[in-house]
């Protein structure tokens, strides 16, 4: 049965693909919405199996369960970032999603509180799994025209997961008892585990037929029939060279702290909101909280990042147009930039597309550039052609191509920048509205949340192209399994026993054991100004990539005009060398 299995898996088309990993991070973050869910039933186990706890200070012990997962997801998301490149990616993807099974299975027999926080922590090895390979992968092997849906629907996953994992609890927990929202958990996940491990992937593989401009079935398999990942020799990078190309990059460094503070105020948020709903006086019953918030969160969730996804294409598409027009590049023989990734519009032979698409970087084999830093974010010194020589013309279609990628890239990089700056920017001015519209009751709460949370989820694309256009295409796992990292232990790790800790103290029980009205409103307005951080720290990234963008448009002016086929450009940040210098280094040969 297994070899039968095996033997079909290849012939998956990439829609059942996209689906099967919508539906693992789907089932991921629904695990992470119980522990809010089902908050009542969560505070009267630990109250009675930890000694010390009470209604006083139970919120921020069960503020530990929702971020206990960092513990083995910073251990494991970098070892998946890096092993992808020498073990087969979606073998050590289903390996976590196993142990995520064991981590719910656990939380569901647990006994007491400690071992319902090692079960919570060990739940971190799952995400940590797919997170590192599946929007690669995405990236890597969708159409053109497929890659800004795909992505989108796998990030919205996020809030509809969350979303149904607050309904699940409730309704679960109140009729089995929360032990079951866990334990059922795992047989929903070991059959899309089983179907992980034997499914084949090539990593930074691009349909050939695609920039051939020929048409793609999508019934056809976009999957290769091997599942050993593609090295090349001397290729691979050590652990500490991928720590240093991508801490190295400003850019990044701005998206994954905007994106860790944006999450502390999100996943904040999220763990408390259900409990915010009942204790404000908004609903009557602690499972109508959780229902309301969750269905809230998950329209809201849904449309805002597939609208911020489509909003992204238009921005890209513009952008590239104002920039076409300011440097004199005509349509034919330049690239086409797509909501996630850039695509070639120029007909290539089935090497050349294997080397130029499937990877930010040139073949070595025909004269790679010399990357200081790594791609994009460095200094890429002059690679230099021989017209006498025999292959002379191929290196200079190489070297426009690296040009049309490279400019490509900053269109990607800008426009995500800008728009997720702008969308969060507004997304906290509307939400900051709902604490003080408490008095006048659910509907005008609701609808403040309402908006301002659709505009906050639509930049969720934005952010992730972001992090994944700031690396070199090698390192786009690793950068992906780092800035997660840095989300987690910087964002939705410590956010919840802290806010956890401030509305024990800014809201205690007090009579008939309500609570402070005033300091929930309090707690609720410092979760959503800490969004602010976000918005600054993207901003800085954007005016960084813009730098980086007008140094290059320079240089790239004069290689279209005719210059000598050499390509200089700077990391964001730097300061811009001298005119005279630049024309020097333009002209060496």
Excluded at 108 to 129: D, H, I, K, M, T
Excluded at 433 to 446: H, T
Aim: glycine share 10%; with cysteine.
């Amino acid at each position: 049965m297994l070899k039968r299995l095996q033997e079909c898996l290849p012939r998956l088309s990439a829609g059942r693909m996209v689906v099967l990993f919508c539906y693992i991070n789907l089932l991921n973050y629904m695990d992470r919405g119980i522990v809010s869910g089902g908050y009542q039933l969560l505070n009267k186990f630990i109250m009675d199996t930890l000694p010390g706890a009470s209604a006083d200070n139970v919120d921020a012990f069960r503020g530990f369960l929702t971020s206990a997962f960092i513990v083995s997801y910073a251990l494991s998301s970098v070892a998946f970032g890096h092993l992808v490149h020498r073990f087969p990616p979606f073998k050590l993807m289903a390996v976590g999603l196993f142990v995520w099974c064991i981590a719910v299975v656990t939380c569901a027999v647990s006994p007491n509180y400690w071992v319902l926080l090692f079960g919570r922590a060990l739940s971190g090895v799952g995400e940590a799994s797919f997170q590192c390979v599946v929007p690669p992968f995405i990236d890597d092997n969708a159409g053109k025209k497929q890659r800004s849906t795909w992505l989108a629907f796998f990030f919205a996953m996020i809030p509809c997961g969350t979303a149904i994992g607050y309904g699940w609890s409730a309704i679960i927990g109140d009729n089995l008892g929360w032990q079951w929202s866990f334990g059922l958990e795992a047989p929903l996940m070991i059959p899309a585990a089983l179907v992980t491990f034997f499914l084949p992937y090539h990593l930074h593989k691009v349909e050939v037929a695609e920039a051939a401009h020929e048409p793609v079935d999508e019934d056809e398999p976009i999957l290769p029939r091997t599942d050993k990942p593609e090295t090349e020799e001397g290729e691979t990078l050590t652990l500490g060279q991928e720590f240093y190309q991508v801490l190295t990059s400003p850019i990044y460094l701005a998206s994954s702290f905007g994106y860790a503070a944006y999450t502390f105020a999100v996943a904040g948020f999220a763990a408390f909101g259900p409990q915010f709903l009942h204790d404000l006086g908004l609903t009557e019953k602690e499972s109508t909280g959780s229902l309301v918030f969750g269905g809230v969160i998950a329209v809201t969730g849904f449309i805002g990042t597939a609208l911020g996804g489509l909003w992204l294409d238009r921005m890209q598409a513009g952008d590239d147009a104002q920039q076409r027009a300011r440097l004199g590049i005509s349509e034919a023989g330049d690239t086409l930039v797509s909501g996630m990734s850039v695509e070639a519009d120029t007909p290539l032979s089935k090497a050349e597309s294997a080397g130029v698409l499937g990877s930010m970087e040139i073949d070595g084999s025909r004269g790679q550039p010399l990357l200081v830093n790594g791609a994009p974010d460095g200094l890429v010194a002059s690679r230099l052609s021989d017209a006498g020589d025999a292959g002379g013309a191929a290196v200079d279609e190489d070297s426009e191509e690296m040009s049309t990628r490279l400019r490509s890239l900053d269109v990607k990089l800008c426009a995500a920048l800008k728009q997720i700056s702008i969308l969060t920017a507004a997304g906290l001015a509307l939400t900051l509205i709902a604490p003080f519209v408490v008095p006048y009751g659910l509907v005008p709460f609701v609808a403040a949340l309402a908006a301002g949370t659709m505009l906050l989820f639509a930049a969720t694309a934005g952010t992730n192209i972001a992090i994944m256009a700031s690396v070199p295409a090698k390192s786009r796992p690793f950068a992906i399994g780092l800035g997660t990292v840095i989300t987690h232990a910087f964002g939705d790790v410590p956010s919840p026993p802290l806010i956890g800790f401030v509305s024990d103290a800014l809201a205690p029980h007090v009579e008939h054991g309500m609570r402070s009205s005033w300091g929930l409103r309090i707690t609720l307005l410092l979760i959503i100004l800490w969004i602010g951080w976000a918005v600054l720290l993207w901003t800085g990234g954007w005016l960084l990539s813009r730098s980086r963008r007008s140094f290059n448009e320079r240089h790239r002016m004069y290689e279209e005009l005719g210059g000598s086929g050499e390509m200089v450009w700077r990391a964001c940040g730097t300061s811009d060398p001298d005119p005279a210098e630049d024309e020097s280094v333009l002209r060496r040969r």
